[in-house]
């Protein structure tokens, strides 16, 4: 059994931490694993070849057109490594399904037709209000689909994907056992992420505003691509103009050992992820963990036994802090365009159970707020500027807006204290995602690939009408 990796680039992100350490757990299993990227980014140490095919598309190709040429090479490549791996080789091939490269889905269903056996993994899945990178090409047949949380592998089954595992990212746990201790005092609250856009660093500056005096927050690196890298350095700059306790890019200059070891606890804002690492990153450096559930991703989490007592739902705002007229006027123009790029271009409204965009975005409406209140992680970065500025002008958490927040979320006044009164998770209830466990499961995926376990592809219709419903909207998350 071999194993070949097939991905975008191995820039630092995410999904090259995710291959790195596949090629690191797949090693421990006796199994010789490969890489062929489109762009290298940084040294793996390993068996890594490129493909300059496989690459994001560059500015001004043709969206969702495959090119003959690089669909040819891609299709090359990928024979060529498999053939050099020799046989039961696996073509394990990462976030195919979204339009990074309008080429990729092409050429993976010339290689299905073919039989090679196709594991294809998803870390970001474009039917989830991404119309951005959403592709109306067809998912390749033949393949087996790979899933990082409980939720998307049901919704796939319920898609029609003939065949499904579930894989949840191994977590890097600390070589050497220290006993954790919560950390009273004020001090750094980190957020271990890039600033990208569903990250909801607006949120992360409404709590600056109600810690107490001594702490900030403090996020670690600043994303790559043009569009979030814009709207992370609006964030910079609003923050700034707020006086706001809240620093960017500490890991440009500081280490995470070492900004862990200097946090107090660790936070997350964000509304939307795949696996969650950084829910349970913390927990391996000894820190409790503080902000908004993730349900569909705390939830797999919680199921093994590892619980997050004090993450909150939502964080209410009243709606005479920002103009929430404009901004549903700027919610039904993105619906417009989201409904023409996920329906392929078509004027029909493709949200489940609705004649029209207008429909759905009253039922939209219905989820952001209850007549008085919204949730301010669903506002867009305009209503939530809205509602910052506000409570800048009005003294911060002292003023009339700061003390209507409070009200509505008693919890958030001097909310990072509670990480000094938590008791703290032992690192050894993330044995379940440690490496070696990690690497039997995917040796287990790869063995049942190879006796047969390949059939159907999901019903991408299908897939839209189970993501696009008004309880998954998020301004900051479309």
């Not at 490549?77 to 490269?101: D, M, Q, T, W, Y």
Request: hydrophobic letters at 40%; glycine letters at 8%.
């Amino acid at each position: 059994m071999k194993s070949l990796l097939v991905h975008y680039h191995l820039k630092p992100g995410g999904v090259s931490s995710v291959i790195k350490r596949q090629m690191s757990a797949l090693a421990g299993q006796g199994v010789e694993a490969c890489a062929l990227v489109g762009e290298l980014g940084q040294d793996f140490g390993a068996c890594v070849s490129v493909e300059p095919a496989l690459a994001y598309d560059k500015v001004g190709e043709q969206a969702d057109s495959p090119s003959p040429d690089k669909v040819k090479a891609i299709v090359r490549s990928i024979e060529r490594e498999a053939a050099f791996l020799g046989e039961n080789s696996i073509i394990h091939v990462h976030n195919p399904s979204i339009r990074k490269n309008s080429s990729l889905l092409a050429a993976l269903a010339i290689l299905s037709e073919k039989g090679l056996p196709l594991v294809l993994q998803i870390h970001d899945l474009a039917e989830d209000w991404r119309p951005d990178v959403y592709s109306a090409q067809a998912y390749p047949e033949k393949a087996h689909w790979v899933l990082i949380n409980r939720r998307d592998e049901t919704m796939f089954k319920a898609a029609g994907a003939d065949y499904t595992s579930f894989l949840p990212n191994s977590v890097p746990l600390p070589k050497e056992k220290k006993p954790a201790k919560p950390k009273k005092d004020p001090g750094l609250i980190l957020y271990p992420v890039r600033g990208l856009r569903r990250k909801n660093m607006g949120e992360a500056i409404l709590l600056s505003f109600f810690m107490r005096k001594g702490s900030r927050i403090g996020l670690t690196l600043p994303p790559n691509s043009p569009r979030d890298f814009q709207i992370y350095d609006e964030w910079k700059k609003a923050a700034a103009g707020y006086r706001a306790a809240v620093s960017f890019g500490l890991g440009l200059k500081h280490s995470l050992d070492e900004l862990y070891e200097e946090a107090i606890t660790a936070i997350s804002t964000s509304v939307k992820e795949g696996f969650g690492l950084s829910f349970l990153e913390p927990i391996a450096r000894g820190k409790a963990m503080l902000g908004r559930r993730i349900s569909y991703v705390v939830n797999d989490f919680e199921t093994m036994g590892v619980k997050f007592p004090q993450l909150y739902s939502k964080l209410s705002v009243p709606l005479h802090l920002f103009n929430y007229e404009a901004f549903m006027q700027r919610v039904e123009k993105a619906m417009e365009a989201a409904s023409l790029s996920f329906g392929a271009g078509t004027a029909s409204c493709v949200f489940p159970g609705c004649a029209s965009v207008k429909e759905f975005c009253a039922l939209v409406s219905r989820v952001i707020t209850d007549g008085t209140s919204a949730d301010f992680g669903r506002l867009d970065e305009t209503a939530q500027r809205e509602v910052l500025s506000a409570i800048y002008q009005q003294n911060g958490s002292a003023g009339s807006a700061g003390k209507s927040i409070i009200g509505l979320n008693p919890f958030i006044e001097n909310w990072d204290q509670a990480a000094g009164n938590l008791e703290l998770a032992d690192t050894d209830s993330l044995l379940p995602w440690e490496e070696a466990s990690y690497g039997q499961s995917l040796v287990s995926i790869y063995k049942a690939v190879l006796d047969g376990r390949l059939g159907r592809a999901p019903d991408k219709a299908k897939l839209l009408q189970k993501y696009l419903v008004p309880e998954a909207f998020y301004g900051i998350g479309i």
